[in-house]
């Protein structure tokens, strides 16, 4: 480090600036990467990234916002102070990073935008990266919407190659307001798209996701007793999901609406699932 500095001195100023920030580039480059090393071992030992919530200015939400959460989730309730102020930032940039589109005539409002994007930030608030970036675009209709890509009507649906979710809101309101409906709409759709988005990106999060979802296939592939059991549970509602994407989605609908009761009838189920979403927050 001394030479370096030594050598420097014979540049003239302008090359001393160029040599200095290359310098710095470099050094830039050879932290971040021995930093990514060490987390990929810390993640092969523990399952979990080394850090999650790391930001240099939070964004807030005003205390109507904050009360209107408190309101309709446990989660939220349950959350330190501390972890609060986190999930407020990240309520408050899933908003300003997605164009939340009206149909039929309906007129956004600030709280459809709050409460749909909170449920986002609940399946994600374990994750580093919290924005799914296979959605750019929210469509909110007012109740069922008639699917073209399905010609049947849906009350959610998600379209990765438009990167768009779309959303009936009388459905997502009603699996919302009715506690003990095993349904919840925003979970189920939401789980769906981070699902596909874990399987396109590589960052730690998305990694152990994906990971940690072979492990459990896996696990009720050759347990077939656990699979059927799991299957013809109330939690599935009476019916076997047609797809991957469908089956993980009650899944984890399942762990975030009734985690005690998940956790005592499915207890290995529920260890793979608090894995996968890096969940380590009160009532979980």
């Known amino acids: 480090m001394i030479n370096f500095f030594l050598f420097i001195q014979d540049f003239y100023m302008p090359s001393k600036i160029f040599l ?50 408190s309101e309709h989730f446990n989660f939220y309730r ?15 940039s899933f908003i300003k990073d997605k164009d939340f589109i009206g149909r039929d ?45 399905y010609h049947a009507y849906h009350a959610g649906e998600i379209n990765p190659m438009m990167r768009v979710l779309v959303i009936s809101w009388s459905d997502f309101k009603h699996s919302l307001d009715v506690n003990d409906l095993n349904t919840n709409l925003g979970i189920y759709e939401f789980s769906q ?15 152990i996701f994906s990971d940690t979802f072979k492990e459990l296939a896996s696990m009720l592939t050759h347990n077939e007793s656990l699979r059927q059991k799991l299957i ?24 975030i609406k009734k985690p005690s009761e998940f956790r005592l009838e499915f207890p290995n189920v529920y260890a793979k699932t608090k894995q996968m979403l890096n969940f380590d927050y009160a009532g979980y």
């Open 20 to 69: 200095g920030a290359f310098f710095l580039l470099v050094l830039f480059f050879l932290v971040y990467y021995v930093f990514k090393l060490v987390e990929m071992v810390y993640v092969i030992y523990f399952r979990k990234p080394m850090y999650v919530h790391f930001y240099v200015a939070k964004k807030k939400l005003s205390s109507q916002d904050k009360q209107l959460l």
């Open 78 to 92: 349950n959350l330190s102070p501390k972890q609060q102020l986190y999930f407020d930032h990240r309520v408050v």
């Open 105 to 149: 005539h309906l007129d956004v409002t600030c709280e459809m935008k709050l409460l749909i994007s909170a449920h986002a930030v609940i399946l994600t608030f374990g994750f580093r990266d919290f924005f799914i970036g296979l959605i750019d675009k929210i469509f909110i209709y007012p109740d069922a919407f008639y699917s073209a890509t």
């Open 193 to 207: 798209a981070i699902h596909l988005n874990c399987m396109k990106e590589r960052d730690v999060s998305s990694t």
């Open 232 to 255: 013809q549970s109330h939690f599935f509602r009476g019916h076997a999901s047609t797809t991957q994407f469908e089956f993980l989605a009650v899944i984890l609908e399942t762990f």
